[in-house]
């Protein structure tokens, strides 16, 4: 396919349609998360600070809710070609699930944080976190009862721009996967990579915003798109 040849360095992008066939919700399908709770009330600064106990029990149910689900062909596709692809590879996801890492990919860049990740607004340190929030427990550096999900909401910035930024820059290829193209900066990635000269491909259940700028759009299911799309990439570095 016309996207192969040459390609030496990958960068990819996902988002919640990537984990949908692993049941967990994504944002704005229908009855997706953002029609259960005001994005203002759960996903703010502002939120947070209003009504704190809501804010920590919304992040303690999603994260309570990934021990049901498990990772997807899509998931798995990835790690796969993380272990075979021999140029460059980034992974980014704005998702805050640990689908990627369970499916056994080794590196994955959380731009939008992490639901098993604490923050503490004491001492600013992050630490790996599986437990409840909203009693308060102390964070496990300096014992302070100031912990926050690290996630990033609205308002606040994404990890690691930087990074991104300069492998998009670098990119043969970028592939935007499972993701509405609805929330910048990650929506203006693909023309970023675009504007520095990589292929574009958009793989996602439907159309989405963005969809007009990628060089090709193929749609239906991750978990039927990822497969195919790793074994074209490795056929043909192999073939
Ligand atoms: P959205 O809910 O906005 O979009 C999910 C996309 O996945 C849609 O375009 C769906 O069509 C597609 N989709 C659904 N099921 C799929 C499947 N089985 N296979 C492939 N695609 C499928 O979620 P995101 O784009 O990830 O940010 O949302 C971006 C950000 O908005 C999130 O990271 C979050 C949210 O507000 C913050 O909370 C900061």
Redesign the pocket.
Known sequence: MALMPDIQSIVILT????S??SGID????AG?L?EQHK?EDV?TPEGFARDPDLVLGFYDMRREALSKVEPNPAHRALAKLEREFAGELLLVT??VDDLHERGGVEDVLHM?GQLKSALCLSCEIRSPWDRTMFDRPPCPVCKAPSLRPD????GEMPYQMDRIYASLLTADLFVS???????YP?AGFVQEARAAGAKTLE????P?EGSHHFHEARH????D?VPQWVDEVLGGETG
């Open positions: 988002g919640a349609g990537i949908a066939e994504t944002f704005r399908s997706g953002w994005v996903a704005q998702n939008h996630v990033v909401w609205f996967i499972g993701t509405s193209g609805a929330v990650a793989l996602n259940l439907e989405s239906g299911p991750a978990g798109l």
